[in-house]
C-alpha cells in the first residue's frame, strides 16, 4: 500500500525561479493497485514519483509505504523495498557488468552487500530461465555486458532486476518514452505480465492517452501539481481516449500538451 498525505513541494523557493510542483496532493494506492499516470510537461507526475523514492525531502506532508512512515528516510533505505524503472535506458543498470552479474546485483536487493556480485552456483540457471521469459532472446547472452544490449533489452533487463526480489512498490516513470514504438510495446507487454503475475502495487507515468487507459485498474490525471481525475474500476475501462482530451480541455490552458496529442 502507498499513502500520500497532503505533501508539497517547491524548488527554488523565493527566487524568480520558484516552482510549485506539487500542491497538498493526496493518494492512496491499496496493495495490487496498477495506478497509471498521465498529466502535461510540470503537471508534477515525475515529482511526485521522485518524493514517493525519496530523492528530495517534501515541504509538508507524510508519505507511507505498506503502514511504514518513510517520509524522513533517505532514497537509499527506501530503495530496499521500492523497485524503479527510469526513462532513460542507460539507468538503473550497471553496463560494464554483465546481464548475470546486474541480476545478481538486483537478488541481493535489501541486503547487506558482500565483496562480490558474481551469480553464485544455482543462480544462473534460475537467472536465465526469468530472462528467457522476456521472449528476447537474451538468455543465450547472459555473460554480454548490459552496455552492449539496445534501449529495450536493457529496460527489459531493467524491470527484470527492479521486480526479481518483490518490491512492495513498483514506479515507472515514462519507462518507454525513450523506445521506438514497436520496442515499446513489448516492454508494456512484459510490464504488464509481470505488474500481474506479481499484483505489485504499481506507479506508472506515461505521456500515451492510449497506453494510460489500456493498463491497469486505475488513472490517475494531475494538472497543476495536484490530482484532477481519480478514476478507476468500470469507470476506468468506460474511458475512451476522446474522454481524456475532454478532460484534459475541461482543466485549463496548458493541461494538453503535443506530445501526449502525438501519444
Same mark, same amino acid.
Given at each position: ?157 531493467? %524491470?527484470? =532486476?527492479?521486480?526479481?526480489? /518483490? !518490491? ?5 516513470? +515514462?519507462?518507454? @518514452?525513450? &523506445?521506438? $514504438? ?36 486505475? %488513472?490517475? =490525471?494531475?494538472?497543476?501539481? /495536484? !490530482? ?5 474500476? +468500470?469507470?476506468? @475501462?468506460? &474511458?475512451? $481516449? ?22
Amino acid at each position: 500500500m502507498l499513502r500520500v498525505e497532503n505533501i508539497s513541494k517547491t524548488f527554488f523557493a523565493g527566487t524568480v525561479n520558484e516552482k510549485q510542483a506539487l500542491r497538498d496532493v493526496s493518494l492512496t494506492l491499496n496493495d495490487g493497485d496498477f495506478c497509471t499516470v498521465i498529466g502535461s510537461n510540470g503537471a508534477g507526475k515525475s515529482t511526485l514519483l521522485n518524493a514517493v523514492a525519496g530523492v528530495f525531502p517534501i515541504d509538508s506532508g507524510r508519505i507511507c509505504i505498506d503502514q511504514r512512515d518513510v517520509t524522513g528516510m533517505p532514497e537509499h533505505r527506501r530503495a530496499a523495498f521500492i523497485g524503479r524503472v527510469f526513462q532513460d535506458p542507460m539507468r538503473g543498470t550497471a553496463a560494464g557488468m554483465m546481464i548475470e552479474e546486474n541480476l545478481a546485483m538486483a537478488s541481493r536487493r535489501g541486503r547487506v552487500p558482500g565483496f562480490s556480485w558474481s551469480a553464485k552456483k544455482g543462480e544462473t540457471k534460475h537467472f536465465r530461465e526469468l530472462v528467457a521469459q522476456l521472449g528476447l532472446g537474451l538468455e543465450d547472452r547472459m555473460t554480454a555486458h548490459v552496455g552492449l544490449l539496445s534501449g529495450g533489452q536493457r529496460q527489459a533487463i531493467t %524491470l527484470l =532486476m527492479a521486480t526479481l526480489v /518483490r !518490491p512492495e512498490l513498483l514506479l515507472l516513470d +515514462e519507462h518507454t @518514452a525513450a &523506445l521506438d $514504438p514497436k520496442t515499446a510495446e513489448k516492454v508494456l507487454e512484459i510490464t504488464n505480465r509481470i505488474v500481474t503475475e506479481q499484483k505489485l502495487t504499481t506507479l506508472m507515468i506515461t505521456h500515451n492517452m492510449r497506453d494510460a487507459l489500456r493498463f491497469g485498474n486505475r %488513472l490517475v =490525471m494531475m494538472h497543476n501539481g /495536484r !490530482p484532477i481525475v481519480d478514476v478507476s474500476g +468500470e469507470e476506468k @475501462a468506460r &474511458l475512451k $481516449p476522446v474522454d481524456l482530451l475532454k478532460l484534459f480541455e475541461e482543466a485549463g490552458d496548458g493541461a494538453l500538451s503535443d506530445k501526449m496529442l502525438l501519444g
